[in-house]
Every structure is written in C-alpha cells, then in structure tokens.
C-alpha cells in the first residue's frame, strides 16, 4: 500500500513523535576529546588553524580536565609534545615523558575518568616520521619494539587503553604481547586500523609539531582510493588483539566506517579529525553556517553510519548542546 493510506509525514508532525521513532541517539557517552600536553607551567598555547584547541601544560590540563568532567564527558585521548626531539623519538617511551606525567596527573585527579593515550613517535622524531628511518627509509619491524615500549609505559603510567596510530604492520601483536607479558592483559587496544594518507590532518600536525621533515606518509598509511584493504588492515589487527578498530578521518570516510561495521562485530570508533573540525569552525567564524545545527548533524552522521566511539575537538560543544535538549 502506498499513498494515501501510508503517508511518511504523519509521524514528523511534532517534536515528540520525531523523538518516539528516531532511530539514531548521539549521547555525551559516544564522545572521546582529544588533548595536547606539553612541557611546562600555566601554558596555554591557542593554536591558529584550530580555534578553542590548546597545547596545555600539565597544569592547564587540569583545568581543562576538569571541564571535560563536569560536562559528562567519559573518555579522553592524549597526545603529547616533547621538549626535545631525537631520530628514535626516544621522549615517546621515557618513564617521565610528558605524556606519562599528563596521565599519572589526570588519574591521581580524576581516577573515574578513562584515559586513552595515543602510541606512536612522530610527534617525537626529529623527521616527523612514525617510525624509525634508514636511508630514507622507515623502516617497519625495528619501529615495533619503540612502539610496544611506548604503549608499556603509558600503561605504567595509569592509560586505561591505547591507541596506536602508525600504522606499522604487525604493531598490535607487539603491544599486545608485551601488555601481557607485563601483567597488563586486562588493558585494551583501540586500533587506528584504516587510517588514511588524508590531506585533513594538516591542523593536527600544527598542533602536535608533527609534520614530516622530508616526503609523505603514504608508504604506511592507506590510499584514499581504497576500501577492501581497510577491511583487510582491520582484520589483521584484530587477529593481533585488537579490542576497538578506529576509521580515520571521519567524513570523508563514512561508506568505511559503514563496511566495517556491517562486517566487523566490534566497537568501532572513528575520528572526527582536525581538518573536518577547522573547516567548520571557519566557515561558522564567517556566519556561513549555524555551527551547532552543524557538528550535531556531523557527529550524527558517524553514528548512523556505524559508529560507537568519536573521537572529536567538538566534544565539549556537543556535550553542552546535549544538555540543552535534556
């Protein structure tokens, strides 16, 4: 039967019949806030290409934590910037590198609040590369034991779980078993598992000090051009123990994020990343867009296509927005 006996608007007429048969909910739960520590007291540097981002001292990120609580927030990811870099990024795995410092801080703090750690060395390496270089050359199997090291002393440190975002191949296993073998098998990976060689990572890599000295990446991360090798990259890392498979970016990467999640049954995540959220932040800063209309669609949108974890610099925006339709 169709028209006039099924008529598709019926159920649009209010508010409340809108809200009785929607079948996708974004809550404060399905978000994870991404934050930059660096060395250093009561700083607090802006960064020009991510407006309301920060590099925060351990300090500073205190404060900010603390925003991230009161707001219902459950989850962060932390990155960190060294005071010094070297050619094997050896500020990524020492016990007192910055990132451990932020993590021991926020736990001793917050201990309810959960606390992923981003593992790889670019934002450590002389060369901006996520892996030891030879000869121009980044090499894979000599970066997996700086990684596995890394992910330990986050670990060591307090992490609740990491996140390794190299995309060396054979990385998962190597941390799994090192997490293990020290007692921590109780603590889980979340994979950037089809990570791509995306041109929206520009901001991020402003923030993080991070670009590559020399070349690309696009000789460990993907192709943009590709989806069965993400569904294959996802299915290795979780023969090696991964335990959440993250899609990265976000928009542009939708239909992958829909594969993975009609093919994988596991928490997926995918990262809302910081090209996607300074473009809305620009356009918005110029009147063109009504920017809450427009994050709450955009992080919708990643829920319908499959996601149960966003990783997103919108996260406290979003999180004050939901409270205003509680």
Not at 188 to 201: G, L, N, T, V
């Amino acid at each position: 039967m169709g028209y006039p006996v099924q008529r598709m608007r019926r159920l649009r007429q209010s508010p409340s019949l809108r809200a009785m048969v929607r079948e996708h909910h974004l809550t404060k739960s399905d978000l994870m806030y991404p934050m930059f520590v660096i060395y250093g007291t009561k700083v607090r540097n802006p960064v020009a290409s991510m407006p309301g981002v920060f590099q925060l001292s351990v300090d500073e990120l205190l404060q900010e934590t603390a925003k991230v609580v009161e707001k219902g927030i459950q989850s962060v990811i932390l990155f960190g910037i060294p005071e010094h870099k070297d050619e094997l990024g050896t500020g990524a795995y020492h016990e007192n590198g910055i990132v451990q410092q932020a993590v021991r801080a926020i736990k001793k703090n917050y201990p309810e609040l959960l606390v992923a750690t981003d593992v790889c060395l670019c934002e450590y390496t002389s060369h901006g590369h996520c892996g030891v270089v030879e000869k121009g050359q980044v090499l894979n199997d000599p970066t997996l034991e700086l990684l596995a090291k890394t992910a330990l002393s986050h670990v060591e440190a307090g992490a609740d779980m990491v996140a390794p975002s190299d995309m060396m191949d054979g990385r998962i296993g190597a941390i799994r078993r090192i997490l293990d073998t020290h007692g921590y098998h109780q603590v889980p990976i979340m994979s950037y598992a089809a990570k791509y060689a995306s041109a929206f990572y520009g901001p991020f890599r402003d923030v993080a000090e991070s670009a590559p000295q020399f070349g690309d990446r696009s000789s460990y991360q993907m192709d943009p051009a590709n989806s069965n090798e993400a569904m294959r990259e996802i299915a290795l890392d979780l023969e090696e123990g991964a335990d959440i498979i993250m899609v990265k970016p976000g928009l542009p990467y939708l239909d992958i994020l829909r594969r993975a999640k009609d093919r994988f049954d596991v928490p997926l995540a995918v990262y809302n990343v910081s090209g996607e959220y300074a473009m809305v932040k620009a356009a918005a800063s110029k009147g063109w867009i009504d920017e809450k209309k427009v994050v709450m669609e955009l992080l919708l949108s990643m829920k319908r296509a499959g996601a149960d974890l966003i990783l997103t610099y919108h996260a406290l925006d979003a999180a004050g927005w939901l409270e205003e339709r509680s």
